[in-house]
């Protein structure tokens, strides 16, 4: 009687805080045997690597759905092209601006996705990497006092904030556009059914509730400075072929600036979300 030996998940981290690299082959992923302990895996490190694995889009909607399933883009699509350039994205390529500062998928969603995967097609000459900060093990290393101060603070996020950082001096008809996306009010400090904490930040942040101005904008600022600095963050210089697939309910990211006429691509899957910021 032969005996079939299931696949195991062979992975090493990139640094303590954040990230890990996986090193199975592309038959193994998809062979479906290994997605609980991805998924285990992807929950406790934020962002997972898997190098030059090649997965054409066919491959990585198999992958995405062997984790979770595979929920719908901005247009309808399953597979988006991550692009500036105004060709390829019209439109929406002005919103993925905003891609190139700190911030979290969804957070205008009362269910934002649970994670988000793309897959490198073409690289730009220079930057166009891509960085992560985890905001769950940043979280777990604050202070005390710190914990306790922003336990029950509300923050009120909205697209059109996230949109200043890259147009200061919209017109009329781009502000009045992006204020009618609405505004959506968090926790600053998110708990999931695990019962794991981790800090909701980044540039659709706008400003705490109930808070002088002032303070509120150095309580997140303060926050985000403290989360995207060592040793919770991670750079990941893309290769052709690279896989990465980050946790977006505890991971900050932000693409580094890169020309959008470079020809720069990356294809997207979204897992659909299973939980609402506040359970």
Known sequence: MSVVEKSRLRSEEIKPKIGSRIVNSKEELLSGELSDEINALLEHRGVLIFPEINFTDEEQLQFTGLLGGVAKEIRGEQVFKVSLDE??????AEYLKGSLYWHIDGTMNEIPIRASMLTAKVLSPEGGDTDFANTATSYEDLDEATKAKIADLRVVHS????QLYHTPEPTMEQLEDWQSKGEAELPLVCTSKSGRKSIVLGNTAHYVKDVDPKESYRILHGLREFSTREPYNYT??????DTVIWNNRTSLHRATPYDPASGRMMHRTILPGVEAWEN
């Open 87 to 92: 060709k390829v994205n019209d439109r929406v």
């Open 159 to 162: 697209l059109w904030r996230s």
């Open 236 to 241: 990941h210089k893309w290769t052709v072929g």
